[in-house]
């Protein structure tokens, strides 16, 4: 959990790109862009002194590159949360990238408040998977059809709440309780469905029919 003034570095080949993005950022008070860098080997080099919370990186920029920037990023002394923001994920890539550690995958051409609702959750430690390639974790997955017969309501409507992307915080307002006791739950939650982490349930709430 990040207290505070988010700080992130971004990795993304097309100067154009860049620019859009360091616009963007710029209009959140609670993000600081660190740094801007065209290639992956530049961002490992100085995160090793500037430790930024969050890397928001295009895995295909030059240099260090791919699932090697995220081990390499992994790696470091103060490891920071990686957020993929990406063209095109192959769907057989979906579960290989989030294996690795990275926190968000979000698609280019996905809505700009995406991007920065995966940078939030990622400094709770929460992950965020783009809607569009839930389809790349279920087919990761067993093919099933009902939720488990022991799962009950409550448990049922905080899937649905996980499965729709919703923070901790954010669910702990919809329901009226804690943040605490929500991050509680749904760690029970993960456990009783067989879950290793959050995005394998909101594939799971996808594929239970809880989420449109």
Known sequence: MIDGVVRISVVEGDPFARRAISAFFAN???IHLDAMYSSGSEAIADAV???PHVIVTDLDSPG???LDFVHAAGGLTKPPRIVCFM?????NMVRTILDAGVRGLV?????PDLLLHAVRLACTDDILVSPRLIGGLLGSLPLRGLPPTDLSDRELDLARLVGLGLSNSAISDRLHLSPTTV????SRLL?????????MMVARAHQWGLVD
């Open 28 to 30: 959140f008070a609670n």
């Open 49 to 51: 002194d500037a430790t």
């Open 64 to 66: 260090v590159g791919g």
């Open 87 to 91: 063209s095109i994920v192959p769907s």
């Open 107 to 111: 698609l280019k051409d996905d809505h």
């Open 183 to 186: 991050k509680t739950y749904v």
């Open 191 to 199: 456990r009783r469905s067989g879950c290793r982490d959050r995005a």
